[in-house]
């Protein structure tokens, strides 16, 4: 009963890791993994209460395993920077200040369970398991489900277009918080080899929180290191 049993759980794990394998080679495969760093430009709608409530333009950078940097606006801009256990940040014409250990804490709780950290970083892991759940039907696609649970138990899911192979959605609850985070996925297109989403929204319970629509995605423009440790507007 016992053999039979590990058989069971080797096979499912075996199917679902190639529906894991499936979505990558159509995000591009090795292509996709050989990533290192990503520059996306375009637009952020925020919410509240699911209405929006502000529009705003946005540059992001990018580089693993931990470092990424965002700007938003034109003029006066909003920056904020992160490295590891470092942050900085600095809000138009205010002074540049440290981030409190509570938001570096949380932007690696995030970095960490992020779409592309996950499929290059996480899936690998030995330490990670993966299982199938029961197929759904989101906006009208039917999806095959998939479950990882990383090595510090976070449980993320990704709902997998049958047809194309990918993704519709990523589901991800944190193993010390309650809330669930929700990102999904749209208007895909290919960028030097990386099949990329142009449209994304994501939700907090239920509840939208924000939608980005990029214009231009570009991967592996070695960005220097700098650009995570000063607080001056990229050129």
């Known amino acids: 009963l016992c053999l039979c049993a590990l058989v069971w759980t080797t096979h499912a794990q075996s199917?679902?890791?190639?529906?894991?394998?499936?979505?990558?080679?159509?995000?591009g495969g090795q292509m996709f993994l050989d990533v290192d760093d990503i520059q996306y430009n375009g637009r952020l709608f925020a919410f509240t209460r699911g209405e929006l409530s502000g529009v705003d333009t946005f540059v992001d950078y990018i580089k693993f395993p931990d470092m990424e940097r965002t700007e938003f606006g034109t003029k006066s801009k909003t920056i904020q920077i992160n490295g590891g256990k470092e942050g900085k940040k600095v809000e138009g014409k205010k002074e540049a200040s440290d981030?409190?250990?509570g938001e570096v804490e949380e932007f690696l709780k995030g970095f960490r369970t992020s779409f592309d950290y996950i499929l290059r970083f996480v899936v690998q892991n030995r330490q990670t398991t993966i299982q199938n759940l029961p197929s759904e039907i989101i906006h009208f696609k039917r999806t095959d489900v998939v479950e990882l649970?990383?090595?510090t138990k976070n449980r993320i899911r990704f709902y997998i277009d049958r047809d194309t192979h990918l993704p519709v959605k990523m589901q991800v609850r944190r193993n010390d918080d309650s809330k669930l985070r929700e990102e999904e996925y749209a208007n895909w297109h290919k960028f030097q080899g990386v099949t990329t989403p142009l449209y994304l929204s994501r939700f907090t319970d239920g509840v939208k929180i924000m939608e980005i629509r990029a214009e231009t995605v570009v991967y592996n423009s070695r960005l220097a290191e700098t650009l995570f440790t000063q607080l001056t507007p990229a050129k």
Request: a neutral charge; aromatic letters at 0%.
């Open 99 to 101: 981030q409190t250990p």
């Open 15 to 27: 199917r679902a890791t190639q529906t894991i394998d499936q979505m990558i080679n159509a995000l």
């Open 149 to 151: 649970r990383d090595p």
